[in-house]
């Protein structure tokens, strides 16, 4: 607490001697990462604040932290003291940063901004905005006059994702994207993600937490594929499948030469939601620019054959990691000697046994009873409660396979369930198999099917703050775009092949959290005279705890679907358990009758 109090006031004496009145701090990189190596966590370290979603703003007498309700609870521990206020994003009361700052400063007050840390789009939009109540933007790095002890940038080295697993060779990758290129005739494309440039050269890597990516830029052309990257990374052997792929590798910071040596008369595709205004501005002003989704973003979210055979090899065995972890814990939560953390490190260790395993796809969160209702909870040593019989447990999870990605979440009783745990969770489920059953025609966008999942809920007056379902990568990142399933309109719709999360929750605030996730795939369902319809494809396999079910709440369908669901769980699951294992998962599984 001391410690951010004192860097608050280093950075407002640097702002001062700047002649800047604000600065925005996000909680994000140059990249546009979800999950950000450590010499980049700019927000995290001025405000204390590390959830993954957030932005600081200081001014010489203010300063907040805006973030959404998943971190509401999370976020006021960690600020408290700090010298920094929540700012609850999404209610009424709460003015948004721009709109707070023109209240906060005088005509012709400067708004300092890192331009590595903001895409071109936002950049763009806070410039705007600004301008209309007399502010002006400047970039400016204020944090690195005062983060004298900044770590280094990581130089992990990459590796090759074999085509067995990725499905096609980055040869046949680049080709499809000149091709979209091409429908625009542009002659560059720039691109800054990671996991899209891991997908399009099938590489790998350990920059980051949870998500194996590395560290990259690249550039596309008609006739040249260039990756960006410290050559300490790539060695002898992964350079020569490179360049024997078509792509040349040249140092990491070369981009920003690379991008100033473009001709004037070129077209340059950039995705401007995610290319980072510093890098932007290095693009010669005469070009034309095709600012549009990343051609690589739509493209990787429709999964071939060979990454959908890897996503079901890995929910087997992520089956079974869960199996036996939720057995253990069955049989050892009453000793009384078991924490969130200790569960945590055991369910690693059952996921660590499957082949191909190679970490944690996020932060586990592992909630007993109140801690469930943080949405983004994660457990320190000192928060860590130990579990008891008497409540509920919200277990979050998620592994990363070289056969694909998984995540799940499941809530379970530890003992003696209320009526209104009951109740709660069975209204949870409704809404989770109101989704996984939908079927739906082409050109669906998941706004339109978000209702479902919440119905339930609304009918009695609840509902959760978080979005429904997030698209999931390849052996990649776990929130992975661009179609989502939640209220918000998302105008990208579900195709075939995409897989999404379906994960609607309840929570109790100082209670208790509720949750049910699946990831589904989005396949065929059938053709009719008014045209194609889709349907859901279930792939967990988890059971779903019986206990907290309230059957008289369930029609005949929702019976037969959690049934069937079982059945399915035991089927794809048994043949890797021993007997006593199986005996368990039977027992889980069992049919239910109304």
């Known amino acids: 607490m001391e410690q951010i109090i004192k860097r608050l006031s280093l950075l407002r004496k640097v702002m001062k001697k700047s002649g800047i009145s604000a600065c925005i701090i996000p909680g994000t990189d140059p990249h546009a990462g979800e999950y950000i190596s450590e010499c980049w966590k700019e927000r995290q370290w001025i405000s204390g604040f590390d959830g993954s979603a957030g932005t600081a703003v200081v001014t010489l007498e203010h300063a907040g932290v805006w973030t959404d309700s998943r971190y509401f609870l999370h976020a006021a521990e960690q600020l408290e003291g700090t010298g920094f206020e929540l700012m609850k994003q999404g209610l009424s009361e709460t003015l948004e940063i721009l709109p707070w700052l023109s209240t906060q400063l005088k005509t012709g007050g400067k708004v300092g901004v890192n331009a590595l840390m903001f895409s071109h789009n936002a950049y763009s939009a806070m410039q705007s905005e600004l301008k209309k109540n007399d502010l002006e933007l400047v970039s400016i790095d204020l944090i690195s006059k005062i983060w004298t002890d900044r770590p280094s940038m990581p130089m992990n080295p990459l590796f090759i994702f074999d085509t067995q697993y990725a499905g096609k060779s980055t040869t046949e990758k680049l080709t499809a994207v000149r091709a979209e290129m091409n429908k625009t005739h542009a002659h560059f494309f720039v691109i800054s993600a990671l996991d899209d440039i891991a997908w399009l050269f099938n590489i790998r890597g350990n920059d980051v937490n949870y998500n194996p990516v590395v560290i990259a830029y690249a550039l596309i052309e008609a006739e040249k594929a260039t990756l960006f990257i410290a050559p300490e990374k790539v060695t002898k052997d992964e350079l020569i499948y490179l360049n024997n792929e ?35 501005e290095f693009i010669p002003a005469a070009c034309t620019i095709y600012n549009i989704m990343s051609p690589v973003f739509k493209l990787k979210s429709i999964k071939n054959e060979t990454e959908i055979a890897g996503f079901r090899k890995a929910m087997v065995k992520d089956g079974v990691a869960l199996t036996c972890f939720f057995k253990w814990l069955e049989e050892n939560v009453g000793s009384g000697t078991l924490t969130e953390m200790s569960v945590d490190r055991k369910l690693f260790e059952f996921r660590a046994k499957q082949e191909n395993f190679m970490g944690e796809s996020f932060g586990t969160i592992a909630g007993f009873g109140p801690h469930g209702a943080i949405v983004h909870y994660s457990a320190t040593e000192e928060s860590s409660t130990t579990l008891t019989p008497d409540n509920l447990f919200l277990l979050d999870s998620g592994g990363q396979y070289l056969d694909g990605t998984t995540d799940i979440t499941r809530t379970i009783t530890l003992g003696n369930p209320t009526l209104q745990q009951k109740t709660d969770f069975t209204l949870v489920l409704k809404g989770h198999i109101a989704l996984a059953s939908v079927i739906f025609p082409v050109n669906t966008r998941g706004s339109q099917l978000d209702i479902l999942a919440r119905k339930a809920m609304w009918n009695v007056g609840l509902n959760y703050g978080h979005g429904t379902g997030h698209g999931v990568g390849h052996f990649l990142n776990v929130h992975e775009g661009p179609q989502s399933i939640r209220m918000e309109e998302n105008s990208n719709v579900l195709q075939v092949g995409m897989f999404t999360s379906n994960e609607p929750g309840l929570y109790r605030t100082n209670e208790y959290g509720i949750r049910t996730e699946n990831l589904v795939l989005v396949v065929p369902h059938q053709m009719t005279e008014f045209g194609q319809f889709l349907r859901f494809d279930t792939l967990t396999l988890c059971p779903i705890d019986l206990e907290l079910i309230d059957i008289k709440m369930l029609d005949n369908f929702e019976i037969r679907w959690i049934n069937d669901y079982h059945e399915k769980v035991f089927d794809m699951i048994s043949p890797f358990l021993n007997e006593d294992e199986k005996a368990w998962l039977r027992h889980k599984c069992m049919a239910i009758f109304k």
């Not at 070369?254 to 040596?261: A, E, F, G, H």
């Open 246 to 280: 078509g792509v040349t590798v040249v140092p990491y910071l070369d981009i920003y030469n690379q991008l100033q040596k473009i001709d004037e008369s070129a077209s340059v595709l950039v995705d401007g939601g995610k290319l980072n205004q510093a890098l932007f």
